[in-house]
């Protein structure tokens, strides 16, 4: 019989099993935080365009709250001379039209002419956002772009363009429900943050020409 200090300990497996759980959880709630902080400010400079990732169209073609917000914030860049031109990005969900169409006919309505937009209406992710927009940017000459989202996605859509070869910054439409509203804010906060722990390619892209190491949890 082996001396008592060194039989199994009961439990052992539930202690590792707790401290695992400890872990991971430590580095959802980390990245989660650094999320929140990296998409609540405000990062923008001059560039070759502004991106705008695409929400919700609701029936009859309204755009949603978020698709709204993103939409104002990309014209109030437009117009404070950030970008000469606007890419509005997403395809069509469960309501026509495209995301894209319906954010060009509100950025119209608030006075950007039609022939400073361009329409990419085939993504369904932000996977898809980065790349399909990509022959485009490149297609206008573009290298530096500006990309505007609600806040908790921000940090995701800036890896994605940066592995498509882009300098990237951010802007963030602040007045959505996502955002504003505690609950939503930190859902999908965390469910971000999930996302990019899933994916390290993208959790550890570099931009363009950087030599040193990207952390995926700037400073705020």
């Known amino acids: 019989m082996p001396p008592t200090s060194l039989r199994a300990r009961p439990g052992r497996a539930r202690r590792l099993l707790v401290v695992s759980v400890g872990v991971v959880t430590c ?3 980390g990245l989660a935080w650094a999320v929140d902080r990296f998409g609540q400010r405000e990062r923008v400079e001059p560039s070759d365009a ?11 073609g309204v755009p949603s709250g978020a698709l709204r917000a993103r939409t104002e914030k990309a014209v109030e860049l437009y ?3 950030v970008a000469p031109r606007l890419v509005f990005s997403g395809g069509v969900g469960v309501h026509p039209p495209s995301e894209a169409r319906a954010m060009l006919a509100l950025a119209m309505r608030l006075g950007v002419p039609e022939e400073a937009c361009v329409l990419e209406e085939e993504s369904h992710s932000t996977e898809d956002n980065a790349r399909l927009t990509a022959k ?6 573009a290298r ?3 990309v505007v989202s609600d806040p908790y996605h921000l940090l995701r ?3 994605y363009f940066r592995l498509n070869g882009f300098e990237v910054s951010t802007s963030p439409a ?3 429900e996502r955002n504003l509203h505690w609950v939503d804010r930190c859902y999908w906060t965390v469910r971000e943050a999930i996302a990019l722990l899933l994916n390290p390619r993208v959790l550890w892209a570099r931009a363009p020409g950087d030599a040193g190491p990207d952390g995926a949890a700037p400073s705020p």
Do not use: H, I
């Open 157 to 159: 859509a800036r890896q």
């Open 79 to 81: 117009r404070r001379g």
């Open 174 to 176: 602040l007045e959505t």
């Open 27 to 29: 580095g959802v709630f």
């Open 50 to 60: 502004v991106v705008v990732l695409g929400a919700r169209v609701l029936a009859g």
């Open 144 to 146: 530096r772009v500006v």
């Open 136 to 141: 485009l940017l490149r297609d206008l000459g």
